[in-house]
C-alpha cells in the first residue's frame, strides 16, 4: 500500500519569495523545503562553510604541511565506492599541485574489504611511506592506525562515517560526527573532507610563504570531483553540499571538468554541457562504482586522475562494459532474490529482511539490497559469500530506521554475532559468519520491528501537489532541471488526474502513456510498471526534458500509478 501525501508550503512564505523575486513555481517548490529567503538559495562559493569551522581541519593542515617541507613520503589509502574514488583523485590531484610526493592504494573489496584494516596497512608499509592518510574511511580503525604505529608511519584520518564508542590513535583526524565537533554541515560526503582539508592546507602553506616562489593552485578546479562524490553518495543536500554540488555542476556546464569525467559523460551519452544532479547520481556515478564493485577501483581512480583526453576515454569505455556486466548480475540476482521471499523461509512481511545466496555478486550485493528494499517497503540486508566461512552484507534502510544504530543493537544483544559493521542512517555493512546467518535474520527482524513505528511499514510518497497545466511544459521542466536536488532537498514530484488517451508497454516492462488534463496532453513513461491503468488514473510525476534525435519535448516520468 502506498499513502500519497502533500508537501506544506505555507503561502506567506511562497509570497515572500515571489516578493524577493523566485518564479512563483519554485517559490512553492522551495517553501515546502523549509527556505524561507532566497539568500538560502545563494550558491556562491563566498556562501561556503569556512574550513576553520571544521575541527582539527588546521592541526590536518600543519601536520600535511610539516610532512611536504620535510619532502615526507605520503600515501591516500581510499574507499572502493565513488565517493573513496573521488575523495582519492581531489587529495592526489591537491596535493601534487602543492609539491607534495604522494601517491594512492585502494583496498580490494574481495580480499582486504573496507576501510584502514591492519592488512591493507601492511600492503601499505612496503612502499615506506611516512604518512597514511584515509579519505572515506577510517573513523572505526582501531586496529589498523595500531598497525600503522608498529610499522613507525603517521596517520591523518578524513572521514564522514559515524564514529564507534573509541576513536583510533591517529595522530589527527577530521570527522564533522566525532565527538566535539561542531561543523554545521554533519551530512558532508568524503570527498567533501578532504577537500576541506586540503583548503585548510593550502591557507597553512600560504602563511609559511610557501607560495612566495611557486604558483598558489586554484582549488576551484577540483569541484567537478567533490560534486560527483558528494551526489554520488547519496548524503543529505543541506545548504553547504548544494553549493559544492551547484559549483562543480557550474564548471561542469561551462567545459571546465576533469578529462575523465568527461569522458564518464560521453560513455554515458550524456552532454555535461546540460549537466545535472540527475546525471551524476544515476548514470556517471554507477559507471565509477563498477569498477568498486567488479573490479579494482584503481582503474576509476586512474579515469580520475589522467589528464589525456585519449586515455579516459578508453578507461570511461571500460567502465561502461563494467556497468552493463554489473547491470547483467543484478538483475539475475533479483531474480534469485524475489523467488526466494517467495519460499516459506523468507517473510517478505517482516519489519527487517536478511537475504542470503551463496552464489551472489559481492560487489553487487549493495544493489540488491535497494532494489528489494524499494519493492517491499522494508529494510534490507543482502549477504554474499566472501573468503573461508565468511558472509558480507550491504544493508538499506528506510525513514524510520537508523541502520548503524539498528547493528549497534543487534551486536550488544548478541556479543560476537558481527565480525564487523559500519554505515550510515539509510546504508550499512556487516560481516559475519555463515553458520550465524539464520540468528542474525531473526535478530535483525526483531530490532527493525522494535525501532520501526507500524505507520513507518507504510511507503509515504511525499508530493507537492498538482501542476498547474500552463506549467506542463518544456520551459518548466528545464526550469526544474537547472536547479539543485536531490537526497534531503528531494526532487519536485507532482501528483495529478490524468485521462488516458493512449498506451503501450516497451520491452515487456516499461509503460509508455499519452495522457491528457483539460486542455495539456503530454507524453508519459513508467519504467518497470506494476500495472496498466484505466481510462483514467492518478499519477505521481517528475516532469522532465526528453531527448530523442536532438529534439526535446516535456516528458513525465512516472513514478507511481492508481
Known amino acids: 500500500m502506498t499513502r500519497i501525501v502533500t508537501r506544506s508550503a505555507p503561502q506567506r512564505t511562497v509570497w515572500q519569495l515571489e516578493q524577493q523575486g523566485l518564479h512563483p513555481l519554485l517559490a512553492r517548490l522551495y517553501a515546502a523545503r523549509g527556505v524561507t529567503d532566497k539568500a538560502e538559495l545563494d550558491y556562491e562559493l563566498k556562501s561556503l562553510l569556512p574550513p576553520t569551522a571544521l575541527t582539527h ?33 581531489v587529495g592526489m590531484r591537491a596535493l601534487k599541485a602543492l609539491g607534495a610526493d604522494v601517491d594512492f592504494l585502494l583496498p580490494d573489496r574481495f580480499k582486504l574489504g573496507y576501510g584502514l584494516s591492519p592488512e591493507i ?27 600503522a604505529q608498529q610499522h613507525g608511519i603517521a596517520t591523518l584520518i578524513t572521514d564522514h562515517h559515524l ?12 570527522n564533522p560526527n566525532q565527538p566535539g565537533c561542531d561543523f554545521p554541515s554533519k551530512c558532508i560526503a568524503g570527498v567533501g573532507v578532504m577537500f576541506y582539508v586540503m583548503l585548510a592546507l593550502r591557507a597553512e602553506l600560504r602563511e609559511r610563504g610557501w607560495f612566495a616562489e611557486r604558483p598558489e593552485p586554484n582549488f576551484a578546479d577540483l569541484l567537478d570531483l567533490v560534486a560527483l562524490g558528494t ?72 579515469c580520475l586522475l589522467t589528464d589525456d583526453p585519449a586515455r579516459a576515454l578508453n578507461i570511461a569505455q571500460e567502465l561502461d562494459n563494467f556497468n552493463r556486466e554489473r547491470r547483467e548480475i543484478e538483475a539475475g540476482m533479483q531474480e534469485q532474490a524475489l523467488a526466494l521471499l517467495e519460499s ?40 554474499a559469500q566472501g573468503e573461508g566461512d565468511i558472509v558480507k552484507g550491504s544493508g538499506r534502510s528506510i525513514p524510520g530506521l537508523h541502520l548503524r544504530d539498528a547493528l549497534d543493537l543487534v551486536a550488544k544483544r548478541a556479543p560476537g554475532l558481527l565480525v564487523r559493521f559500519g554505515g550510515h542512517a539509510m546504508a550499512a555493512g556487516a560481516t559475519i559468519k555463515a553458520g550465524d546467518f539464520e540468528r542474525f535474520q531473526a535478530l535483525f527482524a526483531e530490532v527493525a520491528g522494535e525501532l520501526l513505528a507500524p505507520s513507518d511499514l507504510t ?45 503501450r508497454v516497451l520491452k515487456e516492462k516499461h509503460l509508455k502513456l499519452r495522457l491528457r488534463k483539460g ?44
Not at 576513536?167 to 577530521?174: F, G, S
Open 231 to 302: 551526489v554520488a553518495d547519496v548524503v543529505k543536500l543541506d545548504r553547504n553540499n548544494r553549493i559544492l554540488v551547484s559549483q562543480g555542476l557550474k564548471r561542469m556546464r561551462a567545459g571546465r571538468l576533469q578529462p575523465g569525467i568527461a569522458a564518464l559523460f560521453k560513455a554515458a551519452g550524456r552532454d555535461p554541457r546540460k549537466a545535472t544532479a540527475f546525471d551524476l547520481g544515476f548514470l556517471i556515478g554507477p559507471r565509477l562504482n563498477a569498477a568498486g564493485r567488479l573490479a579494482d577501483m584503481r582503474l576509476g581512480v586512474e
Open 344 to 383: 516459506m523461509d523468507v517473510d517478505a512481511a517482516a519489519p527487517g529482511v536478511a537475504l542470503f545466496d551463496p552464489g551472489w555478486h559481492e560487489g553487487v550485493v549493495g544493489i540488491l539490497a535497494s532494489r528489494i528494499k524499494d519493492k517491499l517497503h522494508r529494510p534490507v540486508f543482502a549477504f
Open 459 to 503: 511507503r509515504t510518497l511525499e508530493t507537492d501537489g498538482p501542476l498547474e497545466g500552463g506549467y506542463i511544459s518544456l520551459e518548466t521542466a528545464k526550469l526544474l532541471e537547472n536547479e539543485i536536488w536531490g537526497q534531503g532537498f528531494p526532487a519536485p514530484l507532482f501528483v495529478d488526474e490524468f485521462e488516458v488517451e493512449q498506451q
Open 519 to 562: 486542455n495539456s496532453r503530454i507524453e508519459a513513461i513508467q519504467f518497470n510498471f506494476a500495472n496498466q491503468p484505466g481510462h483514467s488514473t492518478r499519477a505521481a510525476y517528475r516532469l522532465s526534458v526528453n531527448e530523442y534525435m536532438g529534439v526535446e519535448n516535456p516528458q513525465l516520468m512516472i513514478e507511481y500509478l492508481e
Open 121 to 147: 596497512v601492511d600492503v601499505a608499509a612496503q612502499q615506506s611511506p611516512d604518512l597514511i592518510i584515509t579519505v572515506d574511511n577510517g573513523i572505526a580503525s582501531l586496529e589498523g592506525v595500531a598497525r
Open 57 to 89: 581541519a588546521g592541526d590536518a593542515a600543519s601536520l600535511l604541511a610539516d610532512a611536504i617541507e620535510a619532502e615526507a613520503k605520503m600515501l591516500i589509502i581510499g574507499d572502493y565506492d565513488c565517493d573513496g574514488a573521488t575523495a582519492t583523485a
Open 163 to 174: 564514529p564507534g564508542e573509541s576513536l583510533p590513535d591517529a595522530d589527527c583526524i577530521v
